[in-house]
C-alpha cells in the first residue's frame, strides 16, 4: 500500500470549548491503531478528568503530565496550576484511583536556561517558538510526551496518542513516537495529526484572543469529583 488515507479534524477555535471533542476523535484513532496509551497535558486536572471518562472501559492507558505548582493569569485572578498543589489533593488521588500515571517534570523546552527570560536566545526558546506555529496546543502535546517518557511513564520508541491545549483545555491530538528529550531531534516523530486548531494565534494572554474560547468560570470553582 503506497499511501494511507486518514481524517484530520480543524477546530475553528483554539482553547477549552474543544476538550471534549478532541478527547472523542483521540481516544477513537488511539483504538483504531490499536495504540495502549493516551498522555494529557493537564494543569488543574479538568482535562484529565475529562479523560477518564472518555478512556472508561476502553483499555487505554491514561498519562497525565501536570506542570509544577505554580498560578496562571486569567480573567478573574490568578489560576493555581499543577496537581502537586494542595487544592487539587483530592483530584490527583481521584485521578490515581482511576488508574491514571501523574507526571510532574520540568518542561523540556522551558527549563534553565528559559531562567533568563521567556524571550531569551537559548536553544529552549527557539524550538518553542517554531512548534507555536503549529499552535500552542501543538507544542504542549510534544512537551507532554517528552515528559512522560523522562519519567519513564512511557518508553522510549512506543507510539502514543498526546493531547495538548492553548491556555486551558484541550485542541490538539497527535500520534507520536516519542523519546526522551535529549534525544529529540534524533527520534521523536510526529506520525499523524488528529485535530488541531487551524490557525494557532500569538498574542498574549491567549483567552482575550477573537479565536479562543472556553469556560474560564469553571477554573475559579471547586472540583466536583464523581463517587467512586
Known sequence: MKEIERKIIYFRFRGEVNTQR????????????????????????RSALKAVRALEGKNIRLVVVTHPPATTGG??????????????REVKEYLERKG???????RPFG??????????AVPATFVDKAL??????????????LMATDAGAVAAG?????????????DTALVVKTA????????????EIIAK?????RRLPEYEEEGWRGDLDQYYRPIELEAD
Request: hydrophobic share 40%.
Open 158 to 170: 512506543d507510539e502514543v496518542v498526546a493531547l495538548g491545549g492553548t491556555y486551558k483545555g484541550l
Open 180 to 191: 526522551y528529550s535529549y534525544n529529540f531531534f534524533m527520534d521523536f516523530q510526529v506520525l
Open 132 to 145: 507555536e506555529l503549529f499552535g500552542a496546543g501543538t507544542k504542549i502535546a510534544l512537551e507532554a510526551a
Open 22 to 45: 478532541v478527547l472523542e476523535l483521540a481516544r477513537d484513532r488511539a483504538l483504531e491503531l490499536g495504540i495502549g496509551t493516551m498522555v494529557v497535558a493537564s494543569e488543574t486536572g
Open 100 to 106: 491514571a500515571e501523574i507526571v510532574q517534570g520540568t
Open 197 to 201: 486548531p487551524r490557525e494557532p494565534g
Open 75 to 88: 480573567p478573574k485572578g490568578k489560576i493555581p496550576i499543577g496537581l502537586s498543589r494542595p487544592e487539587y
Open 111 to 120: 527549563g534553565i536556561g528559559r531562567a533568563l527570560g521567556w524571550e531569551a
